[in-house]
């Protein structure tokens, strides 16, 4: 595993995530946290959630530091179990989709998890090996006689804060490497360095009442580099399972949705819909770019058609240093990134 120690940011964080996130439900219970698939869960509701996974995973053995896997496509219980288990005091292993048996079973057998909660969607690539693994099995929407029921066992856990004491120094998600030049490589983030990146939070505005919508899976720092500033905002992040580029329209003119990371192609297919300018988009504060290069003449196209802001991020899931474009700001440089 790699981990990593990014460079200070210019003011120390002194609140984990998990404080943050705690400290957004009793300050408004009602809100909404979580929407998907016409599901909604609000603040106070997801802080039950979030305490329930806790202390299931705690009546477990878990400690702090383990690794809990997730393989899932976007849905509120992956959202729940990647809150719950940090909360717990342990370590977020969510696991590609995109990976083959083998690959997931090697990863599994390196981080050593203690548990996986496996979606009906992806089970058969796991079913071929799973049950030789020393790790307790739970199945997210299915039945299945080698798993137990996420919802039975999570309903019947308490809903108290188990109040575990987490340092900047632990463990905060294991997220591995697509293993295009050899053998994924599990990459290990802090704490520390998760917080140290809020210090976007107000700068974009996700504290602003944003509504994020996300529609790039949870295994990939993609998503979660939205995902947590939303909720460490107390905000409101909004899940698509699966993306469509109509589909992803409708719910941002619905929705009135602020906030959105999307890939390259995804930009392209939505610019590409061909009614797009039919939709009201007015809502629309920052879109955010990364993981490819977006081309010059898709950023010219979403500048001159979809409101709000384009950042356009260039980094590394390892962390360090990371540029970034304003696209709007600098239209003689749609070629870079930053």
């Known amino acids: 595993m790699i981990p990593i120690n990014p460079p200070a940011p210019a003011t120390t964080p002194t609140k984990t995530i998990v404080e943050v996130v705690r ?85 599994l057998t390196d981080c050593g998890a203690r548990a996986i909660f496996v979606a009906a969607q992806y089970l058969e690539l796991v ?62 983030h802090n704490h520390w360095m998760r917080s140290a990146q809020m210090d976007r939070v107000s700068p974009n505005g996700y504290d602003d009442n944003a509504r994020t919508l996300l529609s790039t899976p949870l295994y990939s720092n993609t998503t979660i580099v939205s995902f947590l500033p939303t909720l460490y905002g107390g905000s409101t992040v909004y899940l698509m399972p699966k993306f469509d580029a109509r589909g992803y329209l409708e719910i941002v003119q619905r929705e009135k949705i602020t906030h959105t990371m999307l890939v390259p192609v995804q930009y392209k297919r939505i610019m590409d819909v061909p009614d797009f300018d039919t939709f009201d988009l007015s809502s629309m504060q920052v879109k955010f770019s990364t993981s490819a290069p977006l081309r010059a003449e898709v950023k010219a196209d979403v500048l001159a058609r979809f409101p709000g802001k384009l950042l356009e991020y260039y980094g590394l899931t390892e962390g360090g240093g990371v540029t970034v474009l304003n696209s709007a700001e600098h239209p003689d440089k749609l070629h870079t990134v930053g």
Not at 24 to 45: F, R
Not at 48 to 62: E, F, P, Y
Request: aromatic share 8%; net charge negative.
């Open 127 to 188: 079913d071929g090996f799973i049950a030789d693994l020393d790790l307790a099995r739970f199945a997210i929407d299915f039945d299945h006689p080698a798993f137990q029921s996420y919802g039975a066992a999570v309903d019947g856990a308490s809903d108290s804060d188990p109040e575990i004491q987490i340092e900047m120094s632990d463990a905060f998600n294991l997220i591995y490497s697509s293993g295009t030049t050899g053998t994924p490589k599990g990459i290990l």
């Open 23 to 107: 400290d957004n439900a009793k300050a408004h219970p009602e809100k909404l946290a979580l929407v998907c698939d016409g599901q909604t869960v609000s603040w106070g509701a997801f802080d039950q959630r979030i305490n329930k996974i806790a202390n299931l995973l705690l009546s477990m053995g878990v400690s702090k530091g383990d690794n809990i896997a997730i393989i899932s496509p976007n849905s509120i219980p992956y959202a729940e179990l990647f809150m719950g288990i940090l909360r717990a005091g342990a370590c977020v292993t969510p696991l590609s989709t995109m990976a083959s048996p083998d690959a997931l079973q090697k990863m």
